[in-house]
């Protein structure tokens, strides 16, 4: 606000770097969140049907994954059935 600028350590590389070696992390992240970042990760549209009730924060690390590796984790933990239509991935309640 004052024009200044100050510095803060990372407290977890992989979270800025990851990217650079394939990483996807979350650490505490809320799910609009890692559905954001998952949209710009494999380059498909996530299309919520039906709001997740669930709304606890993620916290995962996952080396070179496939976007079905990420979805069903995902899908198992919040309960939620989804579909991937290529370019567009679904989600519904179970």
Do not use: C
């Amino acid at each position: 606000n004052d024009g200044n600028l100050s510095k803060k350590a990372i407290d977890n590389n992989e979270l800025v770097f990851g990217w650079t070696e394939q990483r996807l992390v979350f650490e505490e992240t809320v799910m609009e969140e890692v559905f954001e970042q998952l949209s710009r990760w494999y380059g498909v549209e996530i299309i919520i049907e039906e709001e997740i009730e669930n709304k606890r924060p993620y916290t995962a690390s996952y080396k070179n994954p496939t976007v079905e590796e990420v979805f069903k984790s995902l899908s198992h933990l919040y309960q939620f059935d989804y579909e991937n239509n290529g370019k567009q991935i679904v989600i519904n309640k179970q």
